[in-house]
C-alpha cells in the first residue's frame, strides 16, 4: 500500500532540485516572476516530499543499510550529512521566504546566498540515498 512512497519522495526532491535550480536562473536574468513561481513550486514539492517520508516511515519504519563495509561507510556518510542538512535547511527555507514575501530583498538575497546550495544538496543527496537503497544495491537495504 506504501510501496510507492519511497519513489514518490524520490520524485519530488528531484522536482525541487530541478525547480530551485531553475528559479535561480530566473531570477540570475531578472525574471522575478518565474522566479518566484519556481521557488515556491520548490517549496511545495519539498513539503509533499516531506509529507510522503513522514506517511512511509510511520508505517514502514526505518530501513537499515547492510551493505560491505566501504559502502555503507559511504551511505552513511551521504545520509548523515542529507540529515543534517535537513534540518538547518527548514528554518532557512522560511527565512528565506518570509523574507522574500516581506519584501526585504536585501535580507533575502543575503540568505539565500547560504539556503539555495544546501537546499539544493539536501534535494540531491535525498536522491542519491534513494537510489542506493531502492535501485542500486536493494539487496542490502533492510526494513526494521
Known amino acids: 500500500m506504501i510501496e510507492w512512497l519511497p519513489s514518490f519522495n524520490a520524485l519530488m526532491n528531484l522536482t525541487s532540485f530541478i525547480l530551485l535550480l531553475t528559479g535561480r536562473v530566473y531570477i540570475g536574468?531578472?525574471?522575478?516572476?518565474h522566479h518566484r513561481t519556481s521557488m515556491i513550486s520548490a517549496l511545495l514539492a519539498s513539503v509533499l516530499f516531506l509529507v510522503g517520508y513522514l506517511t512511509y516511515h510511520a508505517f514502514a519504519g526505518t530501513t537499515r543499510f547492510a551493505a560491505p563495509p566501504a559502502l555503507r561507510a559511504f551511505y552513511l556518510t551521504i545520509?548523515?550529512?542529507?540529515t543534517v542538512l535537513a534540518v538547518v535547511i527548514v528554518p532557512l527555507?522560511?527565512?528565506t521566504l518570509w523574507r522574500a514575501l516581506h519584501a526585504q530583498f536585501e535580507r533575502h538575497r543575503a540568505i539565500a546566498r547560504w539556503t539555495l546550495p544546501l537546499?539544493?544538496?539536501v534535494s540531491a543527496t535525498g536522491v542519491l540515498i534513494y537510489f542506493l537503497l531502492?535501485?542500486?544495491f536493494p539487496?542490502?537495504?533492510h526494513r526494521n
Do not use: D, E, P
Open 134 to 136: 531502492y535501485v542500486l
Open 139 to 141: 539487496q542490502y537495504a
Open 119 to 121: 537546499w539544493m544538496t
Open 29 to 33: 536574468r531578472g525574471m522575478v516572476a
Open 93 to 95: 527555507v522560511l527565512m
Open 79 to 82: 545520509l548523515f550529512a542529507h
